[in-house]
């Protein structure tokens, strides 16, 4: 065993990670790491007094917030998601908090455009005929020549984008606040009920925050033209279920959902059975392309905050 690939527990360790020093790569040699990787027990909290730098291991927050109040010396909690809502609320006062942007972006892009193609072209009801050995043929609506509206247009708005560029469709886009991207111009939030009438492709990427929470609600799918397909990659929260439902019934919407509220969707739950509705089981981050990229902002963030320069991705204290 390397000295940097330290098991969870070694004494003195200021960089408790999810992944060997080693599979980080370009470290400095004696850099002092404790390696816990989110399974098995937590480590002992007396061995890690000295801990300032936490990386969160990906997809076990729940089990790593226990840690976050009894580490005396933490100064920087990274995640490994995009979304830190839930990790937020139970950072102590005067740790910073980082998040993982950009370390997702390729994947939750990609399935952003297979939830848009699979849902526009019938995909699911194909599969399903297919497990039946019907042979059903019929007209589906294309992306060529569509309108996409993007909600959301930070690096994973961005990344959808990129994606959709083969694809002859015509690209809105909405932000917080107004300004000019590289592909054009990106409207104010203020600008949605002008702009979702005009759509056939609704995606939505923002963060979940105070003023994206409901961003979806009734009235915001009542202006989606009939026909219209809600696409949601970002949080489930996002989107209120039970308007969302109410149009799903009707059959004037459709939606295809990677993130649902609640979530996980439990077992009898309507959104299940409702029509027109393709589910995937929030997967918008779980692919090959997370760990080389996760592995990436590890790596230059530790050396960041060696180097005593600012680190990336800051998140903005919560306010009380």
């Given amino acids: 065993m390397s000295p940097r690939d330290r098991p969870a527990g070694v004494d003195a360790a200021r960089f408790l ?3 060997p020093a080693s599979q980080i790569g370009e470290l400095p040699g ?12 937590r480590p002992g909290i007396e061995s890690l007094a000295a801990v300032e730098f936490f990386v969160v291991p990906y997809t076990f ?3 790593a917030l226990p840690l976050l109040p009894r580490l005396p010396a933490l100064r920087v909690v990274q995640s490994l998601s995009a979304g830190v809502e839930e990790l937020g609320r139970h950072i ?21 455009v297979t939830l848009t193609l699979a849902a526009l072209r019938g995909v699911p009801e194909s599969v ?7 042979w059903l043929t019929g007209f589906r609506p294309a992306l060529a020549d569509r309108t996409v509206l993007l909600v959301g247009y930070g690096s994973i708005g961005s990344a959808v984008e990129a994606r959709l560029g083969a694809f002859e469709c015509e690209v809105l886009r909405v932000a917080r606040s107004a300004r000019e991207s590289t592909h054009g111009p990106v409207h104010s939030v203020s600008r949605l009920p002008e702009l979702l009438p005009r759509a056939d492709v609704v995606v939505l990427t923002v ?12 009235d915001f799918l009542a202006l989606m033209r009939e026909g219209a397909l809600l696409v949601n990659v970002s949080r489930g929260p996002v989107v209120d279920t039970q308007a969302l439902l109410a149009e ?4 004037r919407l459709s939606a295809a959902l990677d993130v649902t509220d609640p979530e996980p969707l439990p077992a ?9 509705t393709l589910i995937t089981p929030h997967v918008g981050g779980t692919t090959s392309a997370f760990l080389p990229r996760a592995l990436r902002l590890i790596r230059a963030q530790l050396l960041r905050y060696l180097q005593g320069e600012p680190l990336a991705n800051t998140v903005p204290p919560r306010v009380p």
């Fill in 61 to 63: 927050t729940h089990a």
């Fill in 248 to 251: 799903l019934g009707t059959g």
């Fill in 17 to 19: 990670l999810p992944y």
């Fill in 128 to 134: 399903r005929h297919q497990d039946r050995a019907q």
């Fill in 207 to 218: 963060p979940l925050t105070a003023d994206t929470r409901g961003l979806a609600d009734a």
């Fill in 268 to 276: 009898g739950h309507p959104l299940w059975r409702a029509p027109n």
């Fill in 92 to 112: 102590p006062d005067g740790v910073v908090l980082c998040n993982a942007a950009g370390v997702h972006d390729a994947s939750t892009a990609e399935l952003a």
């Fill in 30 to 41: 004696d850099l002092p790491v404790a390696v816990w990787d989110g399974t098995g027990v």
